[in-house]
């Protein structure tokens, strides 16, 4: 390890290189995934409501990314298409009801651009959020012409008070997989993200008996087909055919667009033999989400572990420890914790003990390599609300300390090269060297003995140096997460 000695010349300060003390050496940065569901569906996170101007919206989003920066969080999972809708400029799917009450009618400015360019400011990254089969939450909903229930009614399949389209049709895999990839290529997101809603949740009727999906003409045209797949299977594979072909057809896109994806907190009933569930996700999701993480078609996999650390029927770290053990790719294993049902049963202290439980590091018995550790919350309304003293946990807590998202070295393991660095009156600055892009700065700065991280965006060149700080180290993080070696400055007064 080397740093940058420096010596004034006209105001710019030259740098030589001396080897560097071993005490003066930046730590490693720390590195855990901190995200958060931003849902705009139902208008449940953002907009607070339907129909507000363009720049409350704008207020609204700002502070909740601020908020998120507030509590050391680095990621923000934002809905973008909660019913084969849109809150980007698509040329495929309206422009959803979520924003201006009437679906189809602009709001005047991009949001996810929007969000993208501000949550990257702050540091965050910003993963699109998609929902792939939900048509309609409601059959009353007003439609623009050009939703997909008007365009293709003949993949549409009505279920309960809502409309979906049917897995099982293969032209309605390719549309969904088309307007992800429409997002992958225009905007600069960090990743994209499928929630839990497959196949649909059963709905029961009087009697307690689970109504059937509507789709036997589907099934009827698959077996004329010559298929041979009895039908739960045959879903199952539809749903696996998806999934996998989304990782692929991203990865051919932008290898560095992580995807994500967030199941049911319980692969089955009885797996493991001491939790209990009233839904099998396989059987009635027709989820086999144990075989996507084992396959290596995401690059972060986050069971809704919703439920409390006791009793064991529904255990987090019984839960957390069982698909740990099914993780033989190494994939990141992220969580997420249910921080809106904090209350009088469930304290806050308890996420924090959750958030701990994830840190946790024992061997594999599969020798699979470990993921780094990671966690995302349910959702960014308990946050902003504060629910329960949940912040003050997070941010003097948990997340006391800043952190990286990791990397993910499956895509991508070449390290970038150390940046170049010098002092000016003002502070530091610097500029890439090499070849390889950077994706963010990380800024390690040490005052009285003790080191502080900043992340800062691809743009950003400089930085004030605080009052105190004799040491500033920069590395550069490529757009997987490797990081260069430190190039440190020592500060002469």
Known sequence: ???????????????????????EQPPEIPREFRGVWVATVYNLNWPSKAGLPMAQQKVELQAILDRAVNLHLNAILLQVRPSSDALYDSKIEPWSVSLTGKMGQAPGYDPLAWAITEAHARGLELHAWFNPFRALTSLQASVSASHVTRVHPEWVRKYGGQLLLDPGEPAVRDYVRRVILDVVKRYDVDGVHIDDYFYPYPIRDKAGVIAPF?????????????????????????????????????KAEKRWVKFGISPFGIWRPRVPESIEAKLDAYDQLYADSRRWLQEGWCDYFSPQLYWPIEPAAQSFPVLYQWWSQQNRTGRHLWPGMATERIGPQRPAQEIARQIAITRQTAPDPAGAPLSVPGQICWDMKSLMRDLGGIDAVLREGAYRDVALVPACPWLGSQNPSIPSVSQTARGITWKSVGEIPSRWWAVQT??????????????????????????????????YGNASRPAVVEIRK
């Not at 710019?12 to 290189?17: G, K, M, N, Q, R």
């Not at 009895?230 to 879903?235: E, K, L, S, T």
């Open 1 to 23: 390890m080397r740093f940058h000695r420096i010596l004034s010349v006209f105001g710019l300060i030259a740098v030589s290189f001396v080897p560097l003390r071993a005490a």
């Open 214 to 250: 509507p789709d036997d003409a589907t099934w009827q045209r698959y077996l004329t087909g010559g298929g041979k797949l009895n039908r739960g299977d045959w879903r199952r594979e539809n749903i696996n055919e998806f999934v996998e072909s989304t990782y692929r057809s991203i």
């Open 446 to 479: 040490r005052n009285k003995g003790k080191w502080r991280l900043q992340v800062l965006p691809a743009d950003a060149s400089e930085a004030a140096v605080e009052e105190g700080a004799d040491t500033v180290a920069v590395k550069a993080i490529d757009r």
